[in-house]
C-alpha cells in the first residue's frame, strides 16, 4: 500500500449540544489545570478517553463522539453540574479579590514578559524552573485578583520530548503542535461573524525581509496570556521558523525570537489593548534578559509620538515602571550577542527613531572584565528598568556581586538590586489527598489563607498513612514509566518483568529531578559508587531513588552525567532501587513530588538561583535535604530537613566534589534513613529491606518534621506571598513612579533627563578636597560625638543636587570598612567659588577599630535608589 502524507494537518473542534456547551468555556480557560471540581468534572465524562486524552479537556471533547456528547447533554444531573462549573467560574473570574482591596495606588494593568510558560502540560511552552515560575506567577496573580497580562512566544514544537537510546544517551524529538488543537484563540480583528483576520505583528528584518507573527491568547483563570507565532503564510521559510522551538537555534535565529518576544509582544500588547479596551500596562515586568527589547519598542513609541520624547526623556519614563528579574547567578547563563549583529538588525528599521549607537551602549560590558563589543541582555534590561531584583536573599547578593561593574565605587550590598524569593502555586502542586484530609479534618477553615499551622493538629497515624499512600502512588507511575522507557530503548515485553517489582512502598524515597546543567551536579551521588549501592541495599535502613531531569540539546557534559547515572541504574543488581524516568515534565511532577519522602538537591553554592523543585516537594510534606543554596539558604530551620555542608571555597572541585559526597552520604546513612525507620524496623525486612506488605511502625520524629515542614514553609514558599511582595516592593512603586514620570506631557522625566545631563557632565569636576573631625579627645570612648566637616567643591552643582554622607564602622587592617553605617551630614555653608562646607555628627556607638569616611552622591526625588547613576565621589 502506498503512504499517503497529509500536506496540512489541522484540528476540527466539536460543537457541542447547547445544554452542555459550558464545557467549551471551561476548556479554554487553563484555571481547570488547578482547579481540581473542574478537572473531576472532566474526567467524569468518560474515564478511558479522559486518561488516553493525558488530561487535556480540549482533547477529551474532540475525542467524543456526537451520539456519546447527545446522551451526556440528556443527564440531568451531569448538566447541572457543567452550569454549576460554569457559574463557579463566572464568579472566580469577576468576583473582588486581593488585589481589589490596595486602592488607587496599585497598577490598573500589569504586563509580565517571559520566554517560556509553564502553566499546564497540555500548553508545552516551557522547559524548566523560569517558565515554570513564569506560569506559577501567572496563576497566582489570577488567584489574588492582580490585573496582569502575560506576552511570550507560541513555539510550534515547544521543548523536546526526552527518551534514552540502548544506550542510555539522551534523545530529543520534536512534535509539531497543532494551536487549533490547544486551549488557545487567535486574536482577531473585529467582524460581524467572529471570523475576521487575524492580529499582524511585523518587524523589518534586514535585506528587506519581514518577520510576521499572528497572535494567540490563552487564558490563564483571570489573566490573559499573549503568544506570538511566526508560522503564518506572509513569512518566508526562515521567518516562519523563528518560533520553532524554545531556546533552538543560536546567533541570529536566537536574537529574532528575542527582538520579536520583547519588540513584537509590546505591538501585540497594544493591538490586545485596542480590540478588548483593557487599560494600558502601567508596569512592564521583564522576565530574564531575553525579554529586554520590550524597553527599545517603548522608547521607540515614545519618540515616535505626536509630541516626541528625545532618547534620555524616553529612557528616563520608561525606565521609572519598569521592573527586571534576573534568574541566573552566573554570566555564562546570559545571553549575549555580538554588538556588530545587533547593529545589522536595527538598521533594518527595528526602532526607526531611536539612534542605534544608543541602543548598543544599552547593552555594552563598558566595565573592568567586560567585553565592549558584546552586547549583554541582561546589562541592557537592567539599564531600562529603574527596579531589578534576584530570585532569592543569597541570589540578591550573588547578583549585586556579578553586576557590581556596572555600579563602580558602590559597596556590593549597595547595588541597587534587590531580592523578591521565588514561591509555587499551592493549587496547582499540592496532591488533592492532602488538601482532603485538611477538608475532611478541618472543613472550612482548611481553605483559609495562611492556616498551614492547622498541620500540627492531624494524628501522626494519618499523616504516615498519607505519606504511605502518596509513596504507594509513585511507585505505580514509576513502574509504568519504566517499562514504557525500557521498550522504547528496545527491550522486549520478555525482558522487563523484574519492572514489576521496582521500589518498596515502605522503603525510604528520595526524589532528584531538574534540568541537568553540570552545576547542578545530578551525579554527586555517584562520586562513591560502592557507598550508594551500600545505602540503596542497606538491610536495615535501605533507601530507594527516582530521579529524572533534560539536559539542554546542546549540553553534551549534561548528557553524559545522565548516561552515566543510568548506567548505574541499569545494574541487575541495584535497579530496584534506582531508576531514572525520562521526559520529566509537568505530569510526572505532580506524582514525583508528593511520593517522595526526601527532596535532595546538591549544586554548586551559591549557583543556584532559587530552586523552586524542594519548594513543591515541602508543600506536599516531603522533607529536603539540599546544599544551602537558593531558597534552602534563607528558609532551613533544622527541623525541616537537612542541609548538606559545604566544602571551603579554597577546595579544587575534584577535592569539593568529594568532600560534599562523603557529607551526602554521611547524612543519609546516619540521620535521614534511621530517623525515617524509627527505633522500629519493620518485620520482615530481608536482605532487600522492608517488604510491601509489612508497613512499619510510625516514626514520631519524623512526623513532626513533617508537620513542621508543612506549617511553616506552606506560606512561606506560596506563589501567593511572591506575588504579594512583587506588588508591594515593586509593582506599586513602578507604577507611582511611572505616573509621576508621565504627568503633565512627561514634565518629571524632561526634567529627569536634563538634571541627569546635567550631573553626569559635572561630576568629573567635583572634589571632597578635606574632611576634618573635631570634638573628639585622643582617646574617644563609646558615647562620644564624633563631628565631621567636609569641605567639598561642588563646581556648578548645587547642595541640591548632592547628598553628602559620612560612611562609619568597624575599620579592617586594610582600611576597609565593615558593619558601615550611613548618615546624612545636612548642615552646609557656603564658601564661595562652588565650595561648599558640609557639617553633622555621629554617636560613636561601638569599642575597638573606629573608622569614616565622607562621600557625595547624586540626589534626585526621581530617583529609586542614591546608587541608581552609578555615580559616586569619596573621599
Not at 241 to 269: F, N, P, S
Request: contains cysteine.
Amino acid at each position: 500500500m502506498t503512504l499517503v502524507k497529509a500536506i496540512r494537518r489541522f484540528t476540527v473542534r466539536t460543537v457541542l449540544p447547547e445544554p452542555i456547551r459550558p464545557l467549551a468555556r471551561l476548556a479554554n480557560n487553563l484555571r481547570w489545570s488547578w482547579h481540581r471540581p473542574t478537572r473531576d468534572l472532566f474526567a467524569s465524562l468518560d474515564p478511558k478517553l479522559w486518561a488516553e486524552s493525558n488530561h487535556d479537556p480540549v482533547t477529551l471533547l474532540g475525542s467524543i463522539g456526537r451520539e456519546q456528547l447527545d446522551r451526556l447533554a440528556s443527564d440531568g444531573e451531569l448538566v447541572e453540574r457543567v452550569h454549576d462549573a460554569a457559574a463557579n467560574l463566572d464568579r472566580y473570574l469577576s468576583e473582588p479579590r486581593w488585589y481589589q482591596g490596595l486602592g488607587e495606588d496599585a497598577p490598573a494593568c500589569i504586563a509580565y514578559f517571559s520566554p517560556e510558560f509553564g502553566i499546564t502540560e497540555v500548553l508545552p511552552q516551557y522547559s524548566g524552573g523560569l517558565g515554570i515560575l513564569a506560569g506559577d506567577h501567572l496563576k497566582a496573580a489570577s488567584d489574588l485578583g492582580v490585573p496582569l497580562i502575560g506576552v511570550g512566544l507560541l513555539y510550534q514544537a515547544g521543548y523536546f520530548k526526552q527518551s534514552l537510546s540502548r544506550d542510555a544517551w539522551q534523545q530529543e524529538t520534536y512534535p509539531v503542535l497543532d494551536p487549533d488543537g490547544l486551549p488557545l484563540t487567535l486574536l482577531r480583528e473585529p467582524s460581524d461573524d467572529g471570523t475576521g483576520r487575524p492580529v499582524i505583528i511585523t518587524l523589518p528584518l534586514p535585506n528587506g525581509r519581514k518577520l510576521n507573527a499572528q497572535v494567540w491568547r490563552a487564558d490563564v483563570g483571570r489573566v490573559p496570556l499573549l503568544l506570538l507565532d511566526s508560522n503564518v503564510s506572509g513569512n518566508d521559510d526562515a521567518a516562519r521558523g523563528i518560533t520553532d522551538r524554545l531556546y533552538g537555534g543560536g546567533g541570529d535565529h536566537r536574537l529574532q525570537q528575542e527582538l520579536l518576544l520583547g519588540m513584537g509582544g509590546v505591538k501585540a500588547l497594544r493591538a490586545y489593548q485596542r480590540l478588548t479596551g483593557t487599560p494600558a500596562p502601567e508596569v512592564f515586568h521583564t522576565n530574564e534578559g531575553h525579554a529586554g527589547f520590550l524597553g527599545i519598542e517603548r522608547i521607540q513609541e515614545l519618540m515616535s509620538a505626536e509630541s516626541p520624547l528625545n532618547w534620555d526623556e524616553a529612557l528616563a519614563a520608561g525606565r521609572a515602571s519598569t521592573v527586571f528579574t534576573t534568574h541566573t547567578p552566573v554570566p555564562a547563563g546570559i545571553d549575549r550577542f555580538e554588538a556588530v549583529q545587533i547593529r545589522h538588525f536595527f538598521e533594518a528599521g527595528l526602532a526607526p527613531s531611536v539612534p542605534v549607537d544608543r541602543i548598543l551602549e544599552l547593552g555594552r560590558e563598558n566595565y573592568d572584565g567586560g567585553n565592549p563589543a558584546v552586547f549583554n541582555m541582561a546589562v541592557m534590561g537592567l539599564r531600562l528598568a529603574q527596579r531589578a531584583n534576584g530570585v532569592a536573599k543569597l541570589h540578591g547578593v550573588v547578583s549585586r556581586e556579578m553586576f557590581s561593574g556596572l555600579w563602580p565605587g558602590f559597596d556590593h550590598s549597595e547595588v541597587p538590586i534587590t531580592s523578591v524569593t521565588n514561591g509555587v502555586h499551592v493549587p496547582s502542586w499540592v496532591d488533592p489527598r492532602i488538601s482532603e484530609l485538611a477538608g475532611t479534618q478541618f472543613g472550612a477553615e482548611a481553605g483559609e489563607p495562611g492556616r498551614w499551622d492547622l498541620a500540627y493538629n492531624v494524628s501522626d497515624e494519618d499523616i504516615w498513612a498519607l505519606r504511605r499512600e502518596l509513596r504507594v502512588s509513585l511507585v505505580e507511575d514509576v513502574r509504568r514509566r519504566l517499562r514504557a522507557s525500557w521498550k522504547k530503548r528496545g527491550a522486549a515485553d520478555a525482558e522487563l518483568g523484574w519492572t514489576d517489582t521496582v521500589l518498596d512502598p515502605d522503603v525510604l524515597t528520595i526524589g532528584f529531578a531538574r534540568r541537568v546543567p553540570t552545576y547542578k551536579r545530578l551525579t554527586l551521588m555517584l562520586r562513591d559508587p560502592k557507598r550508594l549501592k551500600a545505602l540503596l541495599l542497606d538491610k536495615k535502613h535501605p533507601i530507594q531513588l527516582v530521579i529524572a531531569g533534560k539536559s539542554h540539546p546542546a549540553d553534551d557534559a549534561g548528557k553524559k552525567m545522565i548516561q552515566d547515572l543510568v548506567r548505574f541504574t541499569d545494574d541487575p543488581e541495584v535497579r530496584h532501587r534506582i531508576v531514572f524516568l525520562p521526559n520529566y515534565d509537568i505530569a510526572m511532577a505532580r506524582t514525583l513530588f508528593p511520593g517522595c519522602d526526601v527532596w535532595l538537591n546538591n549544586p554548586l553554592r551559591p549557583l543556584e538561583a532559587c530552586g523552586t523543585s524542594g519548594m513543591k516537594a515541602a508543600i506536599n510534606g516531603s522533607l529536603n535535604l539540599s546544599v544551602l543554596d537558593g531558597w534552602w539558604d534563607e528558609m532551613y530551620d533544622g527541623e525541616n530537613g537537612w542541609a548538606i555542608p559545604t566544602a571551603n571555597n579554597g577546595a579544587s572541585p575534584e577535592d569539593r566534589d568529594d568532600i560534599e559526597a562523603a557529607a551526602l552520604y554521611e547524612l543519609l546513612e546516619t540521620q535521614v534513613a534511621p530517623r525515617f525507620y524509627g527505633s522500629v524496623v519493620a518485620e520482615g525486612a530481608g536482605a532487600a529491606g522492608p517488604s510491601e506488605s509489612a508497613p512499619q511502625a510510625v516514626p514520631t520524629h519524623w512526623v513532626s518534621m513533617i508537620k513542621h515542614t508543612l506549617a511553616k514553609l506552606g506560606p512561606a514558599v506560596s506563589a501567593e506571598r511572591m506575588l504579594q511582595d512583587y506588588v508591594n516592593r515593586l509593582y506599586c512603586p513602578a507604577a507611582v513612579s511611572g505616573r509621576r514620570a508621565a504627568a503633565g506631557s512627561f514634565k518629571e522625566a524632561k526634567d529627569l533627563a536634563a538634571w541627569t545631563t546635567r550631573v553626569r557632565n559635572a561630576w568629573p569636576q567635583l572634589v571632597v578636597e578635606h574632611v576634618d573631625s573635631v570634638g573628639v579627645t585622643e582617646e574617644p570612648r563609646v558615647g562620644d560625638n564624633l563631628h565631621v566637616n567636609a569641605y567639598i567643591a561642588l563646581r556648578s552643582l548645587t547642595p541640591d543636587d548632592v547628598c553628602v554622607e559620612i560612611a562609619y564602622g568597624r575599620a579592617e587592617e586594610s582600611d576597609e570598612l565593615d558593619d558601615v553605617t550611613v548618615s546624612e551630614l545636612t548642615t552646609f555653608e557656603e564658601l564661595g567659588n562652588g565650595r561648599y562646607l558640609f557639617s553633622g555628627s555621629v554617636l560613636i556607638n561601638r569599642s575597638g577599630s573606629f573608622g569614616y569616611t565622607v562621600r557625595v552622591l547624586p540626589n534626585n526625588p526621581a530617583l529609586a535608589s542614591k546608587a541608581e547613576l552609578g555615580l559616586i565621589a569619596n573621599a
